[in-house]
Structure formats: structure tokens, C-alpha cells
């Protein structure tokens, strides 16, 4: 690490010291920021990457909620709007026990970026909750929701802030909030996305995640003339980028082999196909099952169950996790965070592995990135390859603001388009800087540059 890295970073730590995930989140793009700093001395001067890692605002709150027997329940609820210098915060909700301000905060820098290689104008946010949905039922979680955005409404606004899903909210979560907020504000307006597709959702944004993350895999392997029909896949994960970049692997003519949740993961040695993929979706999405009982539906299908010391989502794990040693021509990680450490990661590259593509936020740690960079694979870090859902959330505003609805062709020829644009700028920016094929310096350079160019128009604020 440069000096000036070292010294950045130690000041953050120092300022934060109890949060691993955003440190390492702040690590990752300071490290391709210096070259870009060396030769913006205005973007020094300015102190513009100090002032990014700082928050604009960060509201937390209490969540009181009756379960159905009656008792009362405590969870702690936040929103952290961290930059608006190119287009109203945007970001996503998630409702996860291990929710905490490292996780809400390392998500909501990473999704400035992000957001800004769209190129769509939206600013950075992320919020959430330690609730837990798993095992409560809809009322609780109707309760729930609305307890939440009795709280967030005053903070959030179509011109101002718009959450959207993530993990632990997905349809149902968003129709709640929707629903509590429209009460409140007495407005129907465009202030979630991932609504449904009645009530100003937009059609495609459920699949665009996943889709986009194949779609930014499709780009890489064809910069050396591959392509996705036959190659074996492997999915970590069950839930929406999950399903949908499993679908758009079955749509190419790939062959994916897994699905995993936090307790293990199947392997299926036939391939995972359309009729099974539709048993997979109903049993998360509307059963709310667990990923064992596919071996039950499939008994060919292999369950390989996976403590928490080797599941665990922490920075520091550092045990294996038994998934990764499953062989495969690409990896896509769309579970959570540092699902792949770097034994996993070397035990990938070992096993054949090509492509990884990022459908979760930061799910390799920096020592498994420091092996894929090395042994140039194709490795596209989350920012970028799973960028298409907060695209066409981006959609799904201008469609809200036109009061008009696209065709679902429309809607994935644009997503398509945008991940081709992400793709192409990620590898020019990485060319421009001298680092060829390193798509995270791309990332992290194309995605800053832009923020902070808007941050120098705009002046000290
Ligand atoms: P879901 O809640 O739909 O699914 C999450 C999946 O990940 C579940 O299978 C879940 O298993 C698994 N998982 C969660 N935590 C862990 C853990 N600690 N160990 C192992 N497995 C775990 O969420 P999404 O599919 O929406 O999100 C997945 C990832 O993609 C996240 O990193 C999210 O930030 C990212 N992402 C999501 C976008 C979206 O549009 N939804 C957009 C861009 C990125 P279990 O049921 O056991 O919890
Ligand atoms: O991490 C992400 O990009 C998301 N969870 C989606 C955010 C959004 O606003 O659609």
C-alpha cells in the first residue's frame, strides 16, 4: 500500500475503529484512487475523497413491533445518505440480523460508485434493520415495515431519497413500506422502486441484478472470444440475484451446478433446469424454505451442509468454505458479503475457474481479490457487475417521472446496454491508468471520477 493509502486509511479506522466491513470497503478504492490523485491535484486540494468516506447524513432509529403472540420487539432501524453530488440518494434496504452501521455504511460507499457507473444521475445511500424476517410471519412483517417507514418517511422523498430492496426485502417488504408511506405522506409518488408492476413498478427490475451480473460476464469472456453456452457455473446463494443470474445462465445455454443458503449447499451434477429453477423460486420466494429441501425434490442433488465458521460473513474468516471447491469455468457470488476468502479464492482458481462475476456487494475479501487480480481471470468486482439493479431502479424513477410504463423488451435492451457501457468503461479507465484487465482500479476510478467532478462544480458542501 502507498504511504498516502496507509495514512488515509488509518485515519478512518481511527475516526470509526469497530467497522471492519467499511474499512475494507474504503481500503479497495483508496488503493486504485492514488494513481488518480497523483494526477488530480485539485481532486487533493479539494479533499474530495476525504469528504466521501465522511456521510452526509446518517439517521438511526428505534423500531417497536408487536409479534403475533403479542410481545413487543425492539430493532434498531437507519438510513445512511452518503452522497448527493450527482442525482438524489439511492440505494437499497436490508433486513438482516447482522445489520449494523460497518455493513449499512461499507454498502452505501460502495453504492455512490456504483450508482455512478450507471451512468443514470443517482447519489449513494443504504439503510436497514437488524430485524429478522426469516420465520415471522406476513402480518408481523406488514408490522414490521410500517413501524420502519413510520420513521424513514420523513427522511426520504422521489426527489430526495429512494431505498429499494436487498437482502431480507424484496416484493412483499417494499409493497409494505410503499403502502405505510403513501398513508403518511399522503403522496404516490416514485419514493421505492422495486414496486410492483400495478402500482408504478417496473417490469424487469425483479430479474435485473442477476441478468445484468450475466450480462457483464457475457462482456468479459467475449473480449477473448468465449462465451457462456456450455461453460459450468457456479452459484452461491438462493434469493433474487441468485435466481435470476441462474436464469439468464440457463437462457445462454450454461450449466449451473449449485445454489446455497446460510446453512449449506446443493450441487447438482445433471444441471440445474428451467422446471428446477421454478421449484427453487417458489420455495425462497413463496414458501420461504430452505435450499436442503431440494435434495428432497431432486434426491440426485447433493447437500453439503457448511458451519458457520466456514459460512461466516466476516472480514477476518478463515476457514475454507466447501462450496468454492466445487469446479467451475465461472463463479458468480450472489449470497452477501466475504463469501469467498482467500483460500476460496485460491482453491477457485485451482479448480479451473476463469470468470467471476460479482452479483453480491464485496463478497470476496481483499486477500481473495488480491488472487483473482493476480492470476488474471476475469474478476468483476460487485460495484460494477451487479450495477444493473440499481439501473434499472433508475428506470423504473424516469418511468415513475414519464407516468408511463416501458415493454419488458425495452427495459432489458437498456439494461443490456447500460452493462455493455459499464463494461467497456471499466476496461478503457483500467487501460487509461495502465493496469489492462483490472477491472476493480476501472470500477473504482470510472465511478469516482465522475462524483468527483460534481463535487468541484458544486463547491464546498
Ligand atoms: P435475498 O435476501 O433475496 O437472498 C440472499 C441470499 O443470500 C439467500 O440465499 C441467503 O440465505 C443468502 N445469505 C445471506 N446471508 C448469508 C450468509 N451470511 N451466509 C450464507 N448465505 C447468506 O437477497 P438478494 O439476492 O437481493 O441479495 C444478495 C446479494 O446481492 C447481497 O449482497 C446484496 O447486497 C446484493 N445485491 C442485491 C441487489 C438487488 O437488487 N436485490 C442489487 C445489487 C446487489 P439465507 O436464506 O440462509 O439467509
Ligand atoms: O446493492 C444494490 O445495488 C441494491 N440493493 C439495489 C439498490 C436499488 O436502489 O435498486
Sequence with gaps: MSDFAAEFLATVKARDPHQPEFHQAV?????SLVPVLERHPEYREARIL???????RIVQFRVPWMDDAGEIHVNRGMRVQFSSAIGPYKGGLRFHPSVNQSIIKFLGFEQTFKNSLTGLPMGGAKGGSDFDPKGKSDV?????????????HRHVGADTDVPAGDIGVGGREIGFLFGQYKKLANRFDGVLTGKGVNWGGSL??????????VYFAQEMLKTRGEELRGKRVVVSGSGNVAQYAADKCLQLGARVVTFSDSNGFVVDEDGVDAGKLDFVKKLKNVDRGRIQQYKDKYPRARFHAVDAAASSDSPDRAAANPLWQVACDIALPCATQNEINEADANQLVRGGCTCVAEGANMPTTLGGVRVFLQSKIFYAPGKASNAGGVATSGLEMSQNSMRLSWSREEVDRRLREIMVHIHDVCRTTAEEYGTPGNYVNGANIAGFSKVADAMLDQGLV
Design 27 to 31: 481500503q479497495e478504492v483508496v488503493e
Design 50 to 56: 476525504e469528504r466521501l468516506v465522511e456521510q452526509e
Design 140 to 152: 408481523e412483517v406488514m408490522r414490521f415495515c410500517q413501524s420502519f417507514m413510520s420513521e424513514l
Design 204 to 213: 424487469i427490475r425483479p430479474e435485473a441484478t442477476g441478468y445484468g451480473c
